[in-house]
């Protein structure tokens, strides 16, 4: 792996652990395993959820590099068909895509989706009438992911104001029936509890083996539980790096990060700078 100390003049400093992570890749790339978020990490934020794409050098560099570490994993809210579709990550051989916070797989073609559990669609039947309680304006829009319901207010005049709104309602039906609130970028899922990107990244890390080192890469509230693994796995020795996607919409994860760089360009650029001149 090549040296990245010149690059990503936009950047910000790099701590000393995420440091010792570097070192410990370019050592034993063999052994390392990268986890990404997608939408805000890999894709970049678009008002239409059914817009986004990944950016356009993401997939080659998640090819590049899964052919020199043990293993890529993108880890997201997504379905993770729709992510494999919106990454055109089809033909990355070897990628891993965790789907709807770990509760779905997709590997070298193949899906594997559980049921969701019935009071996904006892909230399904109620949301409109939630919605209407809570005064939503006409722009919130529903993502029905099956398995979840994203309430989207980006599209709305005062989003922060609108989702604000929602909390309260959302939080009851949610208990209600089951369910948890996933937050996120002027987003509000509902979804089955039990699992979320941390318990997905560390049972991943289980099964693939004690990595050289461990690197997460997320922008959004959701990926702060894959930070907290990769704290975890630091603690227990392993070399890991907590990377930012920044952006003025979330601040959390930089709190959190080893490295901050801007956004999916910012994600891309540093990834390819790890890769030899040659790639
Ligand atoms: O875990 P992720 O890959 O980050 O997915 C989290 C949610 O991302 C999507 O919503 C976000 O991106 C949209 C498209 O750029 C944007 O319009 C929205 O405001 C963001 O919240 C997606 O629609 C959700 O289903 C994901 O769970």
Known sequence: MADTGHVNPSSSPIG??????????????????????????????????????????????????ASRVRAVVVVTGRPAKVAVEYGGFEGVD??????????????SGALTSPEPPPGVAEARAKLPRVLAAAGAPPETFVEDKGRALAVHTRRCAEPQVALD?????MD????????????GRFVLELRPPGMDKGVALRAFVAETGRPSMLLF?????????????????RADGVPGLKLCSGSAEVTELAARADLVVDGP?????????????SS
């Open 165 to 169: 709104r929602l909390r309260s309602l």
């Open 265 to 277: 360009d910012g994600v891309v650029a540093f990834l390819e700078s790890l890769l030899p001149a």
């Open 217 to 233: 890469a997320g922008d959004d509230l959701g990926d702060l539980a894959a930070f907290d693994a990769v704290d975890e796995l």
């Open 16 to 65: 000393p652990e995420g440091e010792d992570a570097l070192a410990a890749l370019r050592a034993d790339p063999g052994g390392a395993v990268l986890g990404f978020d997608f939408d805000g990490t890999l894709a970049p934020i678009v008002a239409d959820p059914a817009a986004a794409r990944a950016h356009p050098r993401a997939a080659a560099v998640l090819a590049a590099l």
């Open 172 to 183: 009851a039906l949610a208990e209600r029936h089951g369910l948890v609130v996933e937050p």
């Open 94 to 107: 070897g990628l891993v895509v965790l789907g709807q916070y770990g509760a779905e797989r997709w590997e």
